[in-house]
C-alpha cells in the first residue's frame, strides 16, 4: 500500500486540495455575512466523500474499464435515465429541474454523467483511431452525445450543454478528426445556433444573452449580477479587501457567489493576489493532468485525460468569464471551489481513474 502511494502523483493532488482549500475559504466568508454555515459544513463532507472515492479508485487497474465496453455502456444508460427521471422526480428550483434532492442534500446527476460520457467517448475512439477518416463513427459519437444533450437542455441547463459539446469536439480533435469533417461540424453546429434562437432557447436565456451585448438594456435586470461581479472584482484592487470584508459579498449585492460568482468573491476579498494563486493552481492542475495524457502508452488513457482536462478548462473558462463580463452568464461553477457537492466528487472520481491510470 505505501509503494502504491509513492505512485500517486502528489502534485496533482495538492493542487486540487489547495484549490478546494480556496473555495471553502470563500464559501466560509459568504457564511459570515449571512450566519448561515450549512453549505460550508457541507462542503467538508462532500471532500471528504470525494478523497476517499479518488483514493480507492486509485488502487483499482484503470484497464477493467477498457476492457468492459458493456459496463461502460451500461454506466451511460443509467444515467441517462436518471437524467430522463428529473423531470418526474426533481422538484423545480428557480425554473429548472436539474437536482434530487434527499433531505438536506441536493444530487445533480450530471457531473457524474459526464466522467462516465468522458469514459465511453475514450473508449469508442481508441477502439477506432486508425478509422478517424470516416464520417460514421463521429455521426455515431455524436448520438451518444446528442442524448443527454437534449434531456439537459430541457431541464433547462445551457451551461451543462456547452460542456458535453466542447467535450466532444475536443476529444474528436485530439483524436485526430479530418479538418473537413470538423469544419462540417462547425457549420452544423452553427445552423443548430441559429434555429435554437428561433425556436429552443426560453425567454430569460435570450435575455442573458441580449444583455451581454446590450448591458444598458436592464441594468437593474438581467445584467444586474454580471455588473455586480465587476464591481467587487475591480474593488479588490491587489490584495483585496480581506476574508470577510468584501462589500459586494458580505451585504448580498453577489448573487449566487457560493456558485456562478465565487470568483469575483476571490478577487473582491483576496485581490489580484489571489486570483493569481488561483490561476496558477488550475496550471498546475491542468498540465498535471496532461503530462499523464502524454506519457500514457494506449489511447484509452490518453483520450480519457484529455477529455478531463477539456471539461475543467471548459468550466473554468466560461466562469472566469462570466465573472469578467466577456461572456454571458450560464451558470457554470468553478470547478473543485465553487460549492456543490455532485461536482466535487464527480471531478474527485475522473482525478481517482487519472491517478490509477498513473500508477498501473
Known amino acids: 500500500m505505501i509503494s502504491h502511494l509513492k505512485k500517486l502523483d502528489w502534485i496533482l493532488i495538492f493542487s486540487s486540495l489547495l484549490l478546494v482549500g480556496i473555495g471553502l475559504l470563500s464559501i466560509y466568508s459568504i457564511s459570515l455575512g449571512r450566519e448561515d454555515f450549512l453549505n460550508f459544513k457541507k462542503q467538508i463532507i462532500f471532500l471528504g466523500i470525494g478523497l476517499f472515492l479518488m483514493l480507492v479508485l486509485s488502487f483499482f487497474d484503470w484497464r477493467a474499464l477498457r476492457e468492459n465496453p458493456y459496463f461502460i455502456l451500461i454506466l451511460y444508460f443509467l444515467c441517462v435515465i436518471s437524467l430522463l427521471c428529473l423531470f418526474f422526480f426533481a422538484p423545480e428550483i428557480r425554473g429548472v429541474k436539474s437536482w434530487y434532492k434527499i433531505g438536506p442534500i441536493s444530487f445533480d446527476p450530471i457531473g457524474v454523467f459526464t466522467i462516465v460520457l468522458t469514459i465511453l467517448l475514450a473508449k469508442y475512439f481508441s477502439m477506432r483511431h486508425i478509422e478517424m477518416y470516416r464520417l460514421s463513427h463521429i455521426l455515431l459519437s455524436g448520438l451518444y452525445v446528442l ?55 426560453k425567454e430569460y436565456q435570450k435575455e442573458r444573452i441580449t444583455s451581454f451585448f446590450v448591458p444598458q438594456i436592464e441594468p437593474l435586470g438581467i445584467s444586474w449580477s454580471q455588473n455586480q461581479a465587476k464591481i467587487a472584482i475591480g474593488s479588490g484592487g491587489i490584495f483585496g479587501q480581506g476574508m470577510g470584508k468584501g462589500s459586494q459579498t458580505q451585504y448580498g449585492f453577489l448573487s449566487e457567489p457560493h456558485t456562478d460568482f465565487i470568483f469575483a468573491v476571490i478577487a473582491e476579498e483576496f485581490g489580484l493576489i489571489g486570483v493569481s494563486i488561483l490561476v496558477f493552481l488550475f496550471s498546475v492542475l491542468i498540465l498535471r493532468i496532461m503530462r499523464i495524457a502524454i506519457s500514457a502508452k494506449s489511447n484509452f488513457p490518453r483520450l480519457f485525460a484529455s477529455g478531463l482536462a477539456i471539461i475543467l478548462f471548459s468550466q473554468i473558462f466560461i466562469h472566469i468569464g462570466m465573472n469578467l463580463g466577456i461572456l454571458p452568464v450560464i451558470g457554470i461553477p468553478l470547478p473543485l471551489v465553487s460549492y456543490g457537492g455532485s461536482n466535487l466528487i464527480a471531478i474527485f472520481i475522473g482525478l481517482g481513474i487519472l491517478q490509477s491510470i498513473k500508477t498501473h
Open 147 to 201: 442524448l443527454p444533450v437534449i434531456l439537459i437542455f430541457f431541464q433547462p441547463d445551457l451551461g451543462s450543454v456547452l460542456i458535453l459539446i466542447a467535450l466532444w469536439f475536443g476529444v474528436l480533435i485530439v483524436s485526430g478528426i479530418k479538418l473537413k469533417h470538423f469544419l462540417i461540424l462547425v457549420l452544423c453546429g452553427l445552423l443548430i445556433l441559429i434555429l435554437s434562437w428561433s425556436f429552443l432557447l
